[in-house]
């Protein structure tokens, strides 16, 4: 399978700034994705990076360094409903499938 | 708006009987996948297709088949179902391989008991 870290839990204050990072494994890597999940519901889709640096949607960022395998998603001005699992998800280049990594619970409090 | 339905929501089943699932779409995309999602291991790839008849296996194919006979309708068997097969299912479609933008289906909880 494939390798891929992130961490497991995370918990920051409503207002904040959090970053989730993730590493995953280089070997046909084509680009970077980010999921949004919460309490068990369909995941959505964030943000994608296929070139390396920073891309911006709203509050949400992310940010790929091919050269370290590397990832993050930044999360700015946080709320109480932003609290859900974030996945990494590369993408790699046979068919286009995505691996999921375990995913990172963020908790937002007030 | 839903453009993918997962049917059935809810289903339980007993061990050794065969049970399928079926994801549907209404976007016309050309690629279809199924996960699977348990505690601790995120959502793991079952089988995908990218295209009518083409289909190929993901991470955890095993005791799993797929069907897709229509652009419209992927299947997911359980050919024998096992408990280890209890889990909340995922299907998945995307209009390109280049941008991973997957549109994912509200899920099937399926039990094995």
């Known amino acids: 399978g494939q390798s891929l870290e992130q961490p497991s839990e995370v918990t920051a204050v409503e207002g904040a700034i959090v970053q989730i990072n993730c590493t995953y494994q280089?070997?046909?890597?084509?680009?970077l994705s980010w999921y949004q999940q919460h309490d068990g519901g369909a995941p959505t889709f964030l943000s994608y990076?296929?070139?390396?640096g920073l891309e911006e949607t709203g509050r949400f960022s992310s940010f790929l360094s091919r050269s370290d395998s590397y990832g993050y998603l930044l999360l700015q001005e946080l709320q109480m409903k932003d609290s859900a699992s974030y996945f990494c998800a590369p993408l790699y280049n046979q068919g286009g499938k995505l691996i999921f990594g375990q995913g990172t619970e963020l908790s937002v409090k007030p | 708006d839903a453009g993918i339905t997962q049917s059935p929501r809810h289903k339980v089943t007993e061990t050794g009987t065969p049970v399928t699932l079926r994801c549907h779409q209404t976007e016309n995309h050309r690629y279809m996948y199924w996960y699977r999602q348990d505690p601790g291991h995120g959502l793991r790839l079952i089988h995908y297709?990218?295209?009518?008849?083409?289909?190929d296996k993901g991470e955890v194919s095993d005791g799993y088949s797929v069907s897709r006979s229509k652009t419209e309708d992927f299947l997911l068997t359980l050919e024998s179902a096992t408990s280890s097969q209890t889990s909340v299912y995922f299907c998945?479609?995307?209009?390109?391989?280049?941008?991973?933008?997957?549109?994912f289906g509200s899920g099937t909880r399926l039990t094995v008991v």
């Open positions: 990076n296929g070139l390396d």
């Open positions: 998945a479609i995307s209009d390109s391989t280049d941008r991973a933008g997957y549109t």
């Open positions: 280089t070997s046909g890597f084509y680009g």
């Open positions: 297709s990218y295209g009518v008849k083409d289909t």
